[in-house]
């Protein structure tokens, strides 16, 4: 059974950076998958920050790029998010999530997820 | 950015009914679209994928059709666990989604 979970702080102060690590349990994250990161803002839709191999090949969302960060820790079975210079706007429940088999871009496990409040 | 644009916004039906999901995509995607369930509370969960493929685990009730610009997913008879948000994504060029359709009880 593949299980994700997300961890990180629940609140970051506008200007600062926003860190997140998922760890996974069920699959190694050196298996042939792609491993991602989607959040939704409270009440809205979900928006894909981007995905990353255990290569440490990524590709980010280009609205996002330029404040993205992913890496991914194969000794831990683990990938983080680093996101900064967040503002209000970066406020939503972030989810990690692992690719299907055939495509790197459709996701079949999610992590419960976890909000995030960016917030002085 | 492809921008999926879902319809209805919210769609009330009866358990036992059908269901018609429409999205359509600003360019063509091929097939290159998936449509995902979410529960309140709950992470989003894969139903359909390259337009019409079930994902694993996923009842017949559910299929997904379309190619190029407009895709639709219909739900042949409703169960009370379908009523919930539904998105669709594509990932023709850089993933995204649609803004969902809430499928809500009548």
């Known amino acids: 059974q593949v299980l994700l979970q997300e961890s990180g702080p629940g609140l970051v102060k506008p200007s600062e950076t926003l860190s997140l690590t998922c760890a996974v349990s069920?699959?190694?994250?050196?298996?042939?998958?792609?491993w991602g990161w989607i959040r939704q803002p409270p009440r809205k839709g979900l928006e894909w920050i981007g995905s990353i191999y255990h290569s440490g090949s990524t590709y980010y969302n280009p609205s996002l790029k330029s404040r993205v960060t992913m890496s991914v820790d194969t000794s831990k079975n683990q990938f983080s998010l680093k996101l900064s210079s967040v503002t209000a706007a970066d406020t939503a429940v972030y989810y990690c999530?692992?690719?299907?088999?055939?495509?790197?871009?459709?996701?079949?496990?999610w992590g419960q997820g976890t909000l995030v409040t960016v917030s002085s | 950015e492809i921008v999926l644009t879902q319809s209805p916004a919210t769609l009330s039906l009866s358990p036992g009914e059908r269901a018609t999901l429409s999205c359509r995509a600003s360019q063509s995607v091929s097939s290159y679209l998936a449509w995902y369930q979410q529960k309140p509370g709950q992470a989003p969960r894969l139903l359909i994928y390259?337009?019409?493929n079930r994902a694993t685990g996923i009842p017949v009730r559910f299929s997904g059709s379309g190619s190029g610009t407009d895709f639709t997913l219909t739900i042949s008879s409703l169960e009370p666990e379908d009523f919930a948000v539904y998105y669709c994504q594509q990932c023709s060029h850089w993933p995204t989604f649609g803004q969902g359709t809430r499928l809500e009880i009548k």
């Open positions: 069920g699959n190694s994250i050196g298996s042939d998958y792609y």
């Open positions: 390259d337009a019409s």
């Open positions: 999530a692992r690719s299907t088999v055939t495509s790197r871009d459709y996701f079949d496990y």
